[in-house]
C-alpha cells in the first residue's frame, strides 16, 4: 500500500511517501531556497581546467557549475554515437554517466563561449552545481533529449519482450537527431500515447531554443516544475493509492494537471479538512524527527549508526540488546538481515548518496554473508536512485555507490554544530579549564598592566574561585584580577581587558 501525503504553507512544501503505514521517502522544498535540479540555463565558460579536463560555466548562481569532458558534445559531430559510447541500460530515467569521449575539452570549448547546460547534480558543501550539455526533457512516460540522438528504456523495466516493444516504438516516432526514452510509466503504453507526449516536449523545447537565442549569458532558460507537479509526475502511478493533500488551491492545482496527462488517478486525489494537522494525523513529524538522528533502533533491539563524512557515509550494524536464542552466529545473521531492510529505507528517506560503506557483525559462515548480500540486492530494487552494491571486502565490509543528486537531508535541514564545529565531540570541562588557565598565565605573563578583569563562563569563574587560581595569578605576576562571569560567553570563551586605558588584551592562544 503506497500514499502521498502533501502539507503545504506559506513557507515551505513537505511531501511524504508512505508504503505499508511507514515513511520510505520525504521531500520539501522552502520558498527561501528552491531547487535548480533540472533547471537549464545559458551559460558562458569561465575557466577551462586541462588537468582535470573539465570547465567552470558561469550559469548567474554566485558559484560556477561544473562541467566534465563527457557531459559535453561537441557541434561539429552530428551523431552522439560517434563522440560518446552510451549503452542501452539508463539510469533513474537519465543518461549514465560513464561516458567516454576521445576529444580534450580544450579542443571543444573556449573561454567565454556561451554554452546551454542543464544541472544534474545540485551544489554540495562548498562546491557548485554539476552541469551537463546533453539535455534532457522528462515527461510522465517520455524523456526527450533534444541534443543527442539515442533511444534508451529505463532499466526499471524488466520485462525483455516488452523493453523490445518500447525500442521499436520510440524508433519509429523519435524526432530527427534527437532522442527517446521510454520511462517506467511508459510500459504498457500504446504509440499515441507515446506521440501525444513527444509533441508535448517538443513544443517546450522549441520554446527553450528560441528563448535561448534571443538572450545574453548567463541566463535561467528553463525551470523545472516545482516539488508537488514533480512528484505528480514522477512518483504518483497506479500503485499510489491515495493522494492526500492539505492546500485547496494546490488540489485543484492537482486536479488540472491529472486531467492533461493520467485522468484516471483524479479520483485517488482527497483534500484534507480536519483542524489536526496533517502529518501530525499519521504520525509523520515524530519519523521526520527520529530521521535526523545518528542512531537508528532495530525492533529486535539491534541498532544502525550512521555518520556522513565528506567523503563518505559509514553505517555500522550493532546487535545491541538482542542476544538470540541459540548462538553468536544466529544473533549476527538475523541482526544483519532486519538491518538491511532499515538500511534501504534509511537510504531513500535521507536521501544519502556517493559512498556508502557498510559494517555489518561479523559472520563465519560463507553462505549467511551471501543471504545477508543478496538480501540487500533485493531489498534495493526498489530504490529509484538504482544503488550499486560491491561484493563484501576481506573485513566483511559491504562497499556500495547511491547516486547524489543533491545534498542528504542531514545536511539540508540541518548546519554544522556551532559549539563542536561537526566533530560531534565538544572539550570536557576540565580540559577547557586548562586550555584557559594556559591562555591566562600567557596573558599575564606577556602584559605589564597590574590590572585586569577576566570574563569567563560563570561554571569556569567558580572553578578558578574554588582552586585558588586567581591568588596564584597574583601572587606569581603581582596582577590584581577582577574575575567577571558572564553567561552570554560559551564555556571554553575568555575576555581579559585592561583597565588603564580599558581595551581588550589579545595574544597569539586565540
Not at 567552470?56 to 557531459?71: S, W
Not at 543518461?95 to 547546460?117: A, F
Not at 579549564?433 to 585586569?452: A, G, N, Q
Request: proline fraction near 3%; charged fraction near 30%.
Amino acid at each position: 500500500m503506497k500514499e502521498i501525503l502533501i502539507n503545504v504553507d506559506s513557507n515551505e512544501t513537505r511531501i511524504a511517501l508512505i508504503e505499508n503505514q511507514r515513511l520510505m521517502e520525504f521531500y520539501f522544498e522552502r520558498e527561501s531556497k528552491k531547487s535548480i535540479l533540472g533547471n537549464i540555463y545559458k551559460g558562458r565558460i569561465d575557466a577551462i581546467l586541462p588537468g582535470m579536463q573539465a570547465a567552470f560555466v558561469d550559469i548567474g548562481l554566485g558559484k560556477n557549475g561544473f562541467l566534465y569532458v563527457t557531459e559535453i558534445i561537441p557541434e561539429q559531430f552530428d551523431r552522439y554515437a560517434e563522440i560518446m559510447g552510451v549503452g542501452e541500460e539508463i539510469l533513474s530515467d537519465q543518461v549514465e554517466e560513464n561516458l567516454s569521449s576521445p576529444t580534450s575539452i580544450e579542443n571543444l570549448l573556449k573561454q567565454g563561449q556561451e554554452i546551454l547546460v542543464q544541472v544534474i547534480r545540485e551544489p554540495l558543501s562548498n562546491k557548485g552545481a554539476r552541469v551537463t550539455t546533453v539535455l534532457t526533457l522528462p515527461g510522465r512516460t517520455l524523456v526527450l533529449m533534444p541534443t543527442v540522438e539515442h533511444v534508451g528504456v529505463s532499466r526499471r523495466i524488466e520485462d525483455e519482450q516488452e523493453r523490445i516493444r518500447l525500442k521499436t516504438c520510440l524508433h519509429k516516432i523519435k524526432p530527427n537527431r534527437m532522442g527517446l526514452i521510454a520511462r517506467t510509466l511508459g510500459v504498457g503504453k500504446k504509440e499515441e500515447d507515446f506521440i501525444k507526449e513527444r509533441n508535448s516536449l517538443l513544443e517546450l523545447w522549441n520554446k527553450i531554443k528560441r528563448k535561448s537565442e534571443n538572450v545574453s549569458s548567463p541566463t535561467l532558460i528553463h525551470e523545472e516544475l516545482g516539488i508537488i507537479s514533480r512528484v505528480i509526475r514522477d512518483l504518483f502511478t497506479e500503485e499510489v493509492e491515495s493522494l492526500v493533500i492539505d492546500s485547496p488551491n494546490e488540489f485543484e492545482e492537482i486536479l488540472r494537471f491529472l486531467e492533461a496527462f493520467a485522468s484516471y488517478l483524479k479520483s485517488r486525489v482527497r483534500l484534507y479538512r480536519q483542524p489536526e494537522p496533517l502529518f501530525e494525523a499519521y504520525g509523520i513529524e515524530s519519523e521526520i524527527e527520529q530521521m535526523l538522528q545518528r542512531r537508528v533502533r532495530l525492533n529486535s533491539g539491534g541498532y544502525l549508526v550512521i555518520d556522513e563524512t565528506e567523503a563518505l557515509v559509514a553505517i555500522d550494524v550493532n546487535s545491541g540488546k538482542y542476544v538470540g536464542r541459540k548462538n553468536l552466529e544466529e544473533t549476527a545473521l538475523k541482526t544483519n538481515l532486519e538491518a538491511v531492510k532499515e538500511i534501504a529505507r534509511q537510504l531513500r528517506l535521507r536521501d544519502i548518496g556517493g559512498i556508502i560503506i557498510i559494517d555489518f557483525i561479523d559472520m563465519e559462515k560463507e553462505e549467511n554473508r551471501m543471504k545477508v548480500l543478496q538480501s540487500l540486492e533485493e531489498v534495493l530494487k526498489q530504490d529509484r536512485a538504482h544503488p550499486t552494491i560491491s561484493q563484501l571486502t576481506k573485513l566483511g565490509l559491504v562497499e556500495m555507490t547511491r547516486k547524489r543528486v543533491r545534498q542528504s537531508l542531514n545536511l539540508t535541514l540541518g548546519e554544522i554544530c556551532p559549539r563542536c564545529g561537526g566533530n560531534g565531540i565538544v572539550l570536557s570541562e576540565a580540559t577547557v579549564f586548562l586550555k584557559l588557565w594556559r591562555k591566562l598565565v600567557k596573558v599575564c605573563s606577556t602584559y605589564s598592566d597590574k590590572e585586569m578583569n577576566v570574563v569567563v563562563h560563570p561554571d569556569i569563574a567558580v572553578r578558578l574561585l574554588q582552586e585558588g587560581r586567581i591568588e596564584e595569578i597574583s601572587s606569581r605576576f603581582g596582577k590584581k584580577l577582577h574575575l567577571q562571569p558572564n553567561e552570554d560567553l560559551g564555556l571554553s570563551e575568555m575576555k581579559i581587558y585592561s583597565l588603564y586605558p580599558y581595551q581588550e588584551l589579545i595574544d597569539d592562544y586565540q
